[in-house]
């Protein structure tokens, strides 16, 4: 007698046949802290940037002297718009003081988003505009303010700030406050270069 096989199909447990799904932690972005405190001392720059380019331009701007001893009908003056380069001076520092000023809402927004290329990319570009204007006009007036100094006997230029002094310490203050506001422009483009190498 035959004894015909049987199979018996045993159901899997759900616990074997449903598992446990793998618990797949998110990477952790190391970067985030990084780009924030850049995006954070970005905006303490341009502040000082601020402080140093309006400074410039109400030294310059402030920058008038009479000699005293002479009538009122004859006198001996000097002041900033006697001089075309000067009053460049002051217009060139006054747009990057107001730009600067312009460019704090998107410095926040780069505090508040550190991966958003957008702002940081838009600011890299306008910051390099305004280092060349600011460059430019720095540079000019120091020229003027060189030979103000110093003069120039080759061309018989008298250096008058033997006789304005105080007029040469207002511009001589504004020339260096200008070229402290280029070297914080070039921090600001090289943490604006390291922010968007990061990305």
């Not at 998110?26 to 303490?44: C, H, S, T, V």
Request: hydrophobic share 55%; aromatic share 10%.
């Amino acid at each position: 007698m035959m004894k015909g096989s049987t199979e018996i199909d045993m159901p899997e447990s759900s616990s074997v046949s449903k598992g446990k799904a793998p618990l797949i932690a998110a990477p952790m972005n190391e970067n985030g802290g990084y780009k924030k405190g850049i995006a954070i001392f970005d905006l303490i720059l341009r502040l000082a940037a601020i402080v140093t380019a309006l400074a410039a331009a109400a030294s310059m701007g402030t920058s008038d002297e009479t000699l005293p001893f002479f009538t009122q009908s004859f006198q001996f003056q000097a002041s900033y718009d006697d001089l075309p380069t000067f009053q460049f001076f002051v217009i060139a520092m006054a747009i990057v003081g107001g730009y600067l000023v312009l460019s704090l809402p998107f410095s926040i927004v780069a505090i508040v988003r550190p991966h958003a290329a957008g702002p940081r990319l838009l600011l890299i570009i306008l910051d390099t505009v305004a280092l060349s204007l600011n460059t430019a006009a720095g540079a000019a007036a120091a020229a003027i303010v060189y030979l103000a100094h110093n003069g120039n006997s080759s061309t018989n230029w008298l250096a008058i700030c033997l006789q304005y002094g105080d007029f040469c310490r207002k511009n001589s203050g504004a020339v260096v406050a200008s070229f402290i506001t280029v070297v914080i422009f070039v921090f600001l483009l090289v943490l604006s270069a390291f922010a968007l190498r990061r990305h």
